[in-house]
């Protein structure tokens, strides 16, 4: 996620240059990341990174940024007590009620809740979105599986590997194929 986050950083910020321009006129990109699952080692829902001096934490640039809201780390608070940020980690978190939506005053949050509301009322659109998501999980549960299998099958296929060549070790030293058969559990007729 990190290297996923900065490749599209750095393609918003390379095409923020046209060729034959100064590099002043770069524009200062940032990548907001809203992340369903827990990524970072903080425990707080909102992280920012930039590009720092360890030693003395000077900043270098503040034309890079990149936001990672883990929406698992959301604990909501009362309404007056959140920040925007916090506001729109609730919104994600579908854990605002329609009165808390109507009591902001942010009227992003308010039009993201009412687009979310025609939303769920247009069947079509809501088909299309369950079986994209449907299709997204299937894709992560069939690369897990072959990835599960694909381990297993270079457990055994090392296993045997190794079987063998302590065999073809045995037999070379001469022990009998009797004592290599009871040694690597490899079939008689096969040594």
Same mark, same amino acid.
């Given at each position: 996620m990190g290297q996923r986050s900065l490749y599209?950083?750095?393609? *918003?910020?390379?095409?923020?240059? /046209?060729? %034959?321009q100064d590099y002043k006129a770069l524009s200062p990109s940032f990548t907001i990341n809203l992340l369903r699952y827990?990524? @970072?080692?903080?425990?707080?829902?909102h992280a920012m990174y930039g590009v720092y001096n360890p030693a003395n934490?000077? #900043? @270098?640039? /503040? +034309?890079m940024e990149l936001h990672f809201f883990e929406i698992p780390k959301f604990h909501k608070k009362p309404l007056r007590e959140m920040t925007k940020a916090e506001r729109w980690l609730a919104y994600f978190a579908n854990q605002l009620d329609e009165q808390e939506v109507e009591a902001m005053e942010a009227t992003a949050i308010k039009d993201a809740f009412?687009?979310?509301?025609?939303? *769920? $009322?247009d069947e079509d659109q809501r088909l299309a979105y369950v079986n994209r998501e449907m299709a997204i999980m299937d894709y992560?549960? +069939? *690369?897990? &599986?072959? #990835?599960?299998? %694909? #381990? #297993?099958?270079g457990r $055994?296929? %090392?296993?045997?590997?190794? &079987?063998l060549d302590? &065999? $073809?070790? *045995?037999?070379?030293l001469g022990i009998?194929? +009797?004592i290599t058969h009871k040694a690597t559990g490899i079939e008689k007729a096969a040594i």
């Open positions: 599209y950083w750095a393609q *918003m910020y390379l095409m923020s240059l /046209r060729q %034959g827990s990524f @970072l080692p903080q425990e707080e829902p934490m000077h #900043r @270098l640039t /503040r +034309d009412s687009a979310a509301n025609l939303f *769920m $009322q992560q549960s +069939d *690369m897990n &599986a072959c #990835r599960e299998e %694909g #381990r #297993r099958e $055994q296929e %090392g296993a045997s590997k190794t &079987a302590i &065999a $073809q070790n *045995m037999l070379s009998s194929p +009797d």
